[in-house]
Structures are given as C-alpha cells and as structure tokens.
C-alpha cells in the first residue's frame, strides 16, 4: 500500500526526526505547528503551511489517513467508499480542479436520475416530478422565514406531511444524516447545494493521494494536549511528546465530547459548548455487489412504503450497474445496530427487494459502523436546533494556541469533504497570521 514506509516510521518520527525551532520567552519547540488529525482539513492545513514555509507535524491515530474517507477495496473485491462518496457542488468545490490536476476522472452524478419504487414496480403515486415540485415549494416557504425568528427541527417545518412531502424529509434525513427531528431547519438552510461528481477512483483514494509525501505520524493518538499563552503547546501520547507553537485540532466534534482528548487547562466554555452543540449523526452505509448487473436501475432509488412510514433511505446505484449502496441516517441506522451488523445488512436487502423485487441476488455486501468507531463516533456533525452558531464558535481559535479545523466549522459547504478542506486552508492562513504576531 502506499503508505506502508510511514507505517512503518510513523511511530518514531515524532522523537526521531523533528527540527527544533526556538519558541518565544525561550522556549523549545520540535516545529511551528502540530496538526491532530490526518483527515481532509488536517491534510488541506499541511499543505498550506508547508506552501508557507511553516514548519509542522501530522499525528493521526489511524493507521492511515483520511479520517471519515476512505476507500475500500478489500471486503468486497471492488471500490466501496466506506465515508464520503461526492464531491459536492463541483461549481464552488475547490477540490475538482485538484483532482482533475492530478488525472483523477469526474463522474457526474444526478439527483434527477432517480426513482421512487414499490414491490419492483414505479410507484404511481408520488412521481419523482411531484416531490420534485414539493420541494422547490418548501423552499420558497423556508426562504421567507430563513433567519427570522426562533428556529425549529425540520420536522417540524412539515407537521402534516403529505406522501410527496415525506420524500422531503426522507431528503433532510439522508442529506444531513440523522432524523430531521434532530436537524436545524436554519443549519440546513445555511448549506449551499449544486451539482455533484464522483471520482471514479474513489473519494478516499484521491485524499489518500493529497497526503502522500506529507509528515505525517500514523498509529499516534494524541492523548492529551497541554497549552498556555506564553509556553506554547505540548501534545503527549504513546509517541512521547510533541512540542509546538500551536496546535491545529481536526479530529470529529463526538471525540471531543467523550473527552477522547483531554486539554490542560480545560478548554474554554464557549468551546466546550459548541462541541457539545455539534453532535454526530449516526449515517451508515451497506454496499451490495449484485451477481448481475441491473442496467434499468436509476442512480437513486427510494422505496415508497419506507419512506412512508418513516425509514428514511436511499439505494445509490454505481456506475456501472453492478452494486447498490443503501444510504441509512442515524433514526434507522441506530436502532438496527443495537440489534448488530446483521439487523443493518438484513434491512438494506429488504429495500433492494421494494425497489427490483425479489429477482436480484446479492453476492456480497459490506457495512459501516461509524458510530462505534472509537476514532468518529458517528458519521458527521450538526448543530442542535437553535445553535447554529456553534459551527462559528467552534471555528473561532482559543488565546492564539488552540485552532479548530473540520466539518464542523462553519462554511457554506459544512459537512462535506470540501468544506473540510477549506477551512482547513483557512486555519493555516489564521496560524500564519497568529505566528507572525
């Protein structure tokens, strides 16, 4: 694999290899800037620094890089993309001119190639064209209160749903990856939407390439971070310690809230309050390889009588037709997984059969179970209904030593890879400003 020397050195370069760098009032640090994490803004704030000619280090707890991203091409023989799978919104996505820099082919992918089935038939009854419709009127309705008054859970914005508008919370549910119960209606009016690509080597092969050559430490948990205004920052773990000007933290909101990180002294309370206003969703995933291509099978297929009685859903088709990857937010994933994988996996088969009936066999499958992962704790963040400004706060750096970079910062295109990235760069720009001061 292509990260098999760094596996090898990565436990020793934190001791081993790092320059020392003279620190303010005296002090000695190992290099400018110390990243926890190597997922996509830890890798997007890595290359900006090095462009700046700032010194710094990467440790990752993995055995890899990419956090939430990454794909797999072992348990099924095939690419499964086990996290992020789109790159969203491909007209402000800063990441498509780098993959394509890089050779990386674009797939295009489209949420009117899709379907709405029952029993292995088009249901008559809503047409995809009448949710369609309903959402565009929902969002004209949302459009006029957006920012006025208190905020309310996207449920609540449909209290009487009709059978198209559940397809729109069915939407709400898969896009922010929990119940929409649970989700800001002012949140989610906040994230921008476009068209999406797929890269065809997969998501996590193309951020898995952008971190390559970096110094990265793999198998490195950080375990506790010790920082004041005068001395800096000293992050300790297995690998010993690591002494630094400042600390860039990207590890997910939900390992911050389980205090999988301990911070001497405490971060701040407005900080401690915006984790905990970001908790994780609970969006897993069960691929489907098919022992026959379904060619007829839109990118998108729901199943009408799911969605209807609220197990919310979605089938996405690759693109060539030989596997069916069923989308599960936390209100359907959660209670199955208290059951185990099986309950999960036994229920993506039954959305297969609603959709193509009863004629499609699958020859092997996979599943996640991000929120078990000791590493994330769920899939990705969203603000608590009436927090939306926690993604600020949690953006915002304590006393110019602590950073925050991640899909929980506040950005347009929050709770994707993208967004990741740039606020990724953008906190390297805020560490240069604040180690010139």
């Known amino acids: 694999m292509e990260l098999d ?47 700046l000619g700032i010194s710094y280090r990467i440790l990752e707890a993995r055995d890899r890089v990419g956090g939430r991203v990454v794909t797999d091409t072992q348990s099924l023989g095939r690419r499964f993309d086990r996290g992020a799978y789109w790159l969203h919104n491909k007209a402000q996505n800063p990441l498509v001119p780098l993959a394509r820099s890089y050779g990386t082919k674009l797939l295009p992918s489209s949420y009117e190639d ?120 000293t992050v300790v773990g297995r690998f010993g310690q690591l002494r ?11 390992v911050l809230a389980r205090d999988g990180i301990r911070f001497d002294p405490a971060l701040p309370a407005f900080k401690t309050k915006a984790i905990a206003d970001l908790p994780m969703g609970g969006f897993e995933k069960v691929a489907m390889v098919l022992e026959q291509a379904l060619p007829d099978l839109p990118e998108y297929a729901l199943s009408n009588r799911h969605i209807q009685v609220g197990q919310y859903h979605a089938l996405v088709t690759s693109p060539d037709k030989n596997m069916v990857t069923a989308l599960l937010p936390g209100g359907v994933s959660r209670p199955l997984l208290r059951e185990g994988p099986a309950a999960l996996a036994d229920f993506a088969q039954s959305l297969l059969r609603e959709v193509v009936g009863t004629g499609a066999r699958v020859q092997k499958q996979a599943g996640t179970n991000w929120q078990e992962d000791v590493f994330s704790l769920g899939s990705y963040c969203h603000p608590r209904i009436g927090a939306t400004h926690a993604r600020r706060d949690y953006g915002l750096p304590v006393e110019n030593r602590l950073f925050f970079a991640g899909d929980g910062c506040e950005d347009a295109l929050a709770v994707t890879v993208s967004g990741a990235w740039r606020h990724g760069r953008r906190a390297a720009e805020e560490l240069r400003r604040a180690l010139k001061a």
């Not at 436990?11 to 800037?33: E, I, Y």
């Not at 939407?193 to 951020?207: C, F, Q, R, Y």
Request: with cysteine.
């Open 114 to 233: 899709g379907g709405i089935f029952e029993a292995g038939q088009i249901s008559p009854r809503p047409t995809w064209g009448e949710v369609s419709r309903a959402m565009v009127g929902w969002e004209m309705r949302q459009a006029l209160s957006f920012g006025q008054g208190r905020d309310v859970a996207l449920a609540d914005t449909l209290p009487q749903p009709s059978p198209a508008q559940r397809h729109l919370l069915n939407v709400f549910a898969v896009e922010m990856g929990d119940d929409p119960a649970l989700i800001s209606r002012d949140g989610y009016q906040a994230l921008a939407a476009g068209e999406d690509l797929i890269p065809e080597t997969g998501m996590g092969s193309l951020v898995s390439r952008l971190g390559l050559d970096l110094p990265i430490s793999l198998a490195s948990p950080v375990e506790r971070v010790i920082w004041n205004q005068s001395h800096g920052v």
């Open 244 to 254: 630094a000007k400042a600390a860039l933290i990207t590890v997910p909101t939900g």
């Open 5 to 51: 020397r760094r596996r090898v050195v990565g436990g020793l370069a934190a001791t081993s290899t790092l320059t020392c760098l003279p620190a303010r009032a005296g002090h000695v640090v190992d290099v400018d800037v110390v990243i926890i994490g190597a997922g996509v803004a830890g890798i997007a704030a890595g290359r900006a620094l090095g462009a």
